[in-house]
């Protein structure tokens, strides 16, 4: 009975389940081990991506990155506008070949502070502007009158057919108060030189009326006022205050002198 019980005893299957089971808590150890392994790797990302406990790389800044994000960032947004154009895209020339013309664009300035402007073109020798920049107070407004040479239209070319490729472009520049217009005021702050708007020509049929040819006389005419009541010399404003209120009549000043001087000479000749 004996000898069949140790025959029979291999093929029992609670003997190989005594074998088995030392390999399956092996085996389910491994398992729990990698499962806490990887849940705690996991959690540990989890934790990295949050960057609560992640320390950063040698060397690197985590402000620079910051100021990267925030420069970027103005970059992508608008640039805010000082001035504002009539007409706001375009310069209208009557086409007349062979002539000098002119055009006119109204400039207001809608900012808070002095700006100062400039013209640039891609035709200095066949345009000019004038004037050729200011400085504009909160508010104040100008209108800047621009010449141009129309070349003849090239072969058999019909007049409004020729399209202009010259273009003019406005830059504007904040500065601290009221001063004279240099042009060196924009080489000296390049970097806060902001481009308002680049023009681009439209020729009109002199003879032919259209609602922009009308405003371009209109403004070329206030253009003209503005430019005459410059040149005048300023109107006596009466009086001169000299010290503390005291009035002198520059006319009154002259005759007391004169009669003055006919009292002495009147002594003399006594």
């Known amino acids: 009975m004996a000898i ?37 790797s996991s959690t540990s990302a989890a934790t990295n991506l949050h960057g609560q406990s992640q320390p950063y790389a040698e060397g690197s800044n985590p402000h620079s990155s910051a100021n990267s994000v925030s ?19 375009k310069l209208y020339f009557p086409y007349e070949p062979g002539k000098q013309v002119r055009s006119a664009v109204r400039i207001k300035n809608t900012s ?11 035709a200095p020798k066949s345009c000019f502007m004038r004037p050729p920049g200011a400085v504009l107070a909160p508010g104040e ?3 800047a009158t621009v010449f141009k040479f129309v070349e003849p239209p090239e072969n058999n070319e019909k007049p409004m057919d020729q399209k202009s490729k010259v273009k003019f472009k406005i830059m504007s520049l904040k500065v601290k108060g009221p001063m004279d217009y240099v042009p060196e005021l924009f080489d000296e702050q390049k970097d806060q030189v902001a481009i308002e708007q680049i023009l681009r020509v439209v020729f009109l049929t002199p003879g ?28 006596d404003a009466g009086p001169r205050v000299i010290g503390e209120g005291l009035v002198i009549d520059e006319w009154k000043e002259r005759r007391e002198r004169y009669l003055a001087q006919q009292q002495v000479e009147g002594v003399d000749s006594a």
């Not at 960032?73 to 001035?83: D, E, G, I, N, S």
């Open 71 to 89: 420069s970027v960032a103005k970059a992508l947004l608008p640039t805010r506008r000082r001035l504002k154009l009539d007409p706001a895209n």
């Open 4 to 40: 069949e019980t140790e025959q029979k005893s291999p093929s029992d299957g609670k003997v190989w389940g005594f074998f088995k089971l030392p390999f399956r808590q092996s085996g389910n150890g491994t398992g729990t081990g990698t499962t806490s392994s990887s849940s705690s």
């Open 141 to 143: 407004s100008i209108i």
């Open 208 to 235: 032919r009326s259209c609602p922009a040819l009308e405003k371009l006389k209109r403004q070329l005419a206030d253009a003209d006022a503005a430019l005459e009541a410059r040149k005048k010399p300023p109107e």
């Open 112 to 122: 808070k502070s002095y700006t100062a402007f400039k013209f640039q073109t891609t």
